[in-house]
């Protein structure tokens, strides 16, 4: 309509991020793997935080780093996570 002022829009990407689905949670990869050494990092890994996108791959990435450092009996590097309780969760 000529004249038409948009008021709200919704754009949907369909091809350039992971996708996960109702019930899909229990079926994705943890990051340790049964394989010795094998650590699993990327934005489709499961996750013991509420992260997505970039934050998990990020955040899967370092528990796989600071499962590898205990190994080595390193220090581990801190995971930040938003707030799961209290007023801000
Ligand atoms: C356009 C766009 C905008 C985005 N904006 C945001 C944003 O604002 N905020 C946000 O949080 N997330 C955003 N994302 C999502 C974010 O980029 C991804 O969630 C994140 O990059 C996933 O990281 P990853 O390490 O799991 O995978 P990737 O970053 O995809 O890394 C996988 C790597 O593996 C390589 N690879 C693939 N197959 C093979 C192979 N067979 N052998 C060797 N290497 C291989 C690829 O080349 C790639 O380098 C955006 C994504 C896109 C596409």
Same mark, same amino acid.
């Given at each position: 309509?000529?004249?038409?002022?948009? &008021?709200?829009?919704?754009?949907?990407?369909? !091809? *350039?991020?992971?996708?996960?689905? +109702?019930?899909?949670?229990?079926? =994705? #990869?943890?990051? =340790?793997?049964?394989? =010795?050494? &094998?650590? &699993?990092?990327?934005?489709? +890994?499961?996750? %013991?935080?509420?992260?997505? &996108? $970039? !934050?998990?791959?990020?955040?899967?990435?370092?528990?796989?780093? *600071?499962? @590898? $450092?205990?190994?080595?009996?390193?220090?581990? !590097? #801190? @995971?930040?996570?938003? %707030? !799961? =309780?209290?007023?801000?969760?």
């Amino acid at each position: 309509m000529r004249g038409a002022k948009v &008021l709200h829009g919704v754009y949907h990407d369909y !091809e *350039n991020f992971t996708a996960f689905h +109702v019930g899909m949670h229990r079926h =994705r #990869p943890g990051f =340790r793997t049964p394989v =010795r050494g &094998l650590y &699993l990092a990327g934005d489709w +890994v499961k996750l %013991p935080y509420p992260a997505m &996108l $970039m !934050e998990a791959a990020c955040t899967s990435g370092l528990l796989c780093a *600071n499962a @590898i $450092m205990a190994q080595e009996t390193l220090q581990p !590097e #801190p @995971i930040f996570t938003v %707030p !799961e =309780r209290g007023l801000l969760a």
